[in-house]
């Protein structure tokens, strides 16, 4: 099973979108420093995925959320979330 996931740095507020097979261990990778493209923005949290059965069906849809689009689309799904967060 693929998780396309949405992680949320805490320490500046952006948004990175990925796809793995197992969310706990990513999770863990990106929190240790170990994925080149987040290691300067550590800690993150999880705060949204989505389950597909097969890759094929998961990329299309990481691709789609990294879009203005897919940005869009999680402001949307995640309003609660995101207004809950200003201060």
Request: overall charge positive.
């Amino acid at each position: 099973m693929q998780c396309v996931y949405v992680l949320q740095s805490d320490s500046d507020g952006d948004l990175y979108i990925g796809c793995t097979q197992n969310i706990k261990e990513r999770l863990a990778l990106h929190n240790a420093k170990k994925v080149a493209s987040t290691k300067s923005r550590v800690p993150f949290k999880l705060i949204y995925c989505e389950l597909y059965l097969n890759k094929k069906d998961a990329f299309p849809r990481e691709q789609y959320l990294k879009t203005g689009w897919g940005h869009n689309y999680l402001r949307k799904v995640l309003s609660n979330f995101f207004n809950s967060q200003e201060v």
